[in-house]
């Protein structure tokens, strides 16, 4: 630690600027060796500004120092003896005991360039010289102080603008980080004062790199100079910056309306920043989603608010985007769950704590277990079990996804091959992620791992999600294909909603179709999904694919999808999933009670 203060000291003393920091009892507590030769001394330490200056001038210090010491930063330009005058920037400082201080550095000195402006002159000739020379003498002296301070006035804007360049996106135009939080400061120290609430927002542009990919990153520039004009534009709001990437901030005021109708108008505010833009002869659509913390009801700290404002934005992306979320404390309760989670998924795979369950799928006709679909199922130490969709849309954003799967898939291998060299099952379906599908080599190491444990491809089915494929439908055929060819099954798993992607349905190798299990639970309430139903139905025979009915859970259902010819079913009216141990039980007994 004291050699790190050392390497300290002596970078400050590198500096050609003079460096120096006080407490709030006015007394220089550091001083770096260009301060040191400002001054003309290195006895200052412990001492105040009244041990080197007249107490006129002290004031001038101690009134700035005092509203540094509140918090604020200044830049001002002091006289620091006669005819000498400084530019200084000082900024808060908390000391090592807790307390509040301040550090400075003086960017420019300035003073005359010959004797006129020494002070032993000035008095030597006011003694000597008849009035006339006096008043010569006091108007010479005025010239050179207007000179100086024009020349620190210059050396100010030119600091000025070059601080206005650091706190500029050169994309947008907006503020960027350093100026939004320079604005937050003034925000809050203005609700201090008057006691009026502010709102910081973070918004973002949904699926950018999907525009940026389709027209190119000039048109997602210009989708990001339109929005940050239009948030700029909006009534209440006095503050906008670009954030970083596809993410802005601002900061709002809160018309006193409650907050039923605070969110209306956030939300008719963002539908306005995403109407669509205009790009050449493009006009592409964008849409957003905004998350807002309110000082000081969430939070007084500046980070924390912020923090709160992230969250809020994150659970309005989750909870399917294109929306606004004000932040509340049940949201931050939620965020430290899942924070937490995300730091025991790790250990947990690790040591086996997340297994698979399986649930049975039948044949529509003749009702006998045709396989099995493996499902990840983790009991929380903390929370209890962990929904599926919660657990994968966590490994995804832990990059942990496709670990989570082989994970799952070794043990799926281990506790079903029984089963199938036993006839109780023909074949075992897994789920497999979207960068799984996208990887190169994943289809050979698939195989292998199946060889390993001398299980026939014949015997396997994979389930992968329509969204899966959209992004990259090329690399996702490559990989189904080697699949397919081994002789694995390809189902397309939640089809009917969603992307519904008919070029998938014609390119890719499948063999089955799930219905999404929406639809299903819709029989009964919706006349329309018994049509959309049996229309699907005649699309599967027409490209000579099986359907899978999921969701199962009454025997109107089971009924219904019977009729119209779908092949195999599942759900809970026949089981729910189960542990290996169960579901060997389940099993036996179902086959059994078949006989």
Not at 327 to 337: A, C, G, V
Not at 354 to 373: D, N, W
Not at 517 to 526: A, E, F, H, I
């Amino acid at each position: 630690m004291i050699a790190a203060l050392e390497d300290l000291r002596q970078i400050f003393d590198a500096l050609p600027y003079p460096v120096f920091a006080k407490n709030t009892k006015h007394q220089w507590i550091y001083g770096n060796k260009a301060f040191e030769q400002l001054i003309g001394t290195a006895d200052y330490l412990g001492k105040d500004d009244s041990a080197f200056f007249p107490m006129d001038q002290v004031k001038v210090f101690r009134t700035e120092d005092r509203r540094v010491f509140g918090g604020e930063e200044s830049l001002n330009e002091e006289e620091i003896g006669k005819g000498l005058f400084a530019l200084t920037r000082k900024m808060p400082l908390t000391l090592p005991d807790g307390s509040f201080g301040l550090v400075a550095i003086i960017l420019a000195t300035l003073q005359p360039d010959n004797s006129e402006a020494d002070p032993a002159w000035i008095s030597e000739t006011l003694r000597r010289e008849p009035e006339s020379q006096v008043q010569h003498l006091e108007s010479t002296w005025s010239k050179r102080t207007e000179e100086l301070v024009q020349r620190l006035n210059d050396v100010e804007s030119m600091h000025m603008s070059t601080l206005q360049i650091a706190r500029t996106d050169t994309t947008t135009g907006l503020m960027n980080r350093l100026g939004f939080d320079a604005e937050m400061e003034k925000a809050i120290q203005a609700s201090q004062s008057t006691g009026k609430s502010f709102g910081v927002a973070f918004i973002d542009v949904d699926l950018f790199k999907q525009i940026n990919d389709r027209f190119g990153h000039a048109a997602g520039d210009r989708v990001l100079k339109v929005v940050g004009k239009r948030l700029s534009e909006l009534p209440d709001v006095f503050a906008v910056a670009r954030w970083g990437g596809d993410e802005f901030a601002l900061l709002t005021e809160l018309p006193n309306i409650g907050m039923t109708r605070l969110i209306q108008g956030f939300e008719e505010a963002r539908q306005y920043a995403f109407m669509p833009v205009k790009d050449d002869n493009s006009r592409i659509t964008v849409s957003g989603s905004a998350g807002m913390a309110i000082y000081p009801d969430d939070a007084t700290d500046p980070e924390e608010l912020m923090r709160y404002a992230d969250i809020a934005l994150m659970m309005a992306k989750q909870s399917g985007r294109g929306r606004v979320l004000v932040f509340d404390h049940k949201l931050n309760e939620t965020e430290k769950r899942r924070t937490q989670i995300m730091r025991d998924l790790p250990d947990a795979m690790a040591k086996g704590e997340i297994v698979p369950y399986y649930q049975p799928i039948l044949c529509t006709t003749k009702r006998t277990v045709r396989g099995v679909e493996a499902l990840a199922r983790w009991t929380h130490k903390e929370f209890g079990p962990i929904d599926p969709a919660e657990l994968f849309d966590l490994a995804r954003m832990c990059a942990l996804a496709s670990d989570l799967d082989k994970s799952v898939r070794t043990m799926a291998f281990e506790q079903v091959k029984p089963w199938l060299d036993n006839n109780l099952v023909s074949y075992l379906s897994l789920n497999i992620s979207p960068q799984d599908i996208m990887c190169e080599d994943f289809a050979n190491s698939f195989l292998e791992r199946l060889a390993a444990f001398g299980i026939s491809p014949e015997h396997i089915c994979v389930e992968i999600l329509e969204s899966a494929i959209v992004g990259d439908l090329e690399a996702a055929q490559a990989t189904l294909e080697t699949l397919s060819a081994a002789g694995v099954k390809i189902a397309l798993d939640d089809y009917g909603t969603g992307f519904s992607n008919l070029r998938a349905l014609l390119d890719l190798p499948l063999d089955n179709l799930k219905l999404d299990q929406s639809l299903v639970r819709s029989l009964g309430t919706n006349n329309k999904v018994g049509n959309l139903l049996v229309s699907i139905m005649e699309l599967a025979k027409a490209l000579d694919v099986r359907v899978i009915a999921e969701g199962i859970e009454t025997r109107l259902q089971s009924t219904f999808v019977t009729s119209i010819g779908c092949d195999l079913m599942q759900g809970y009216l026949f089981s729910a999933p189960l542990p290996a141990a169960q579901m060997d039980v389940w099993l036996c007994d179902y086959r059994e009670k078949v006989a």
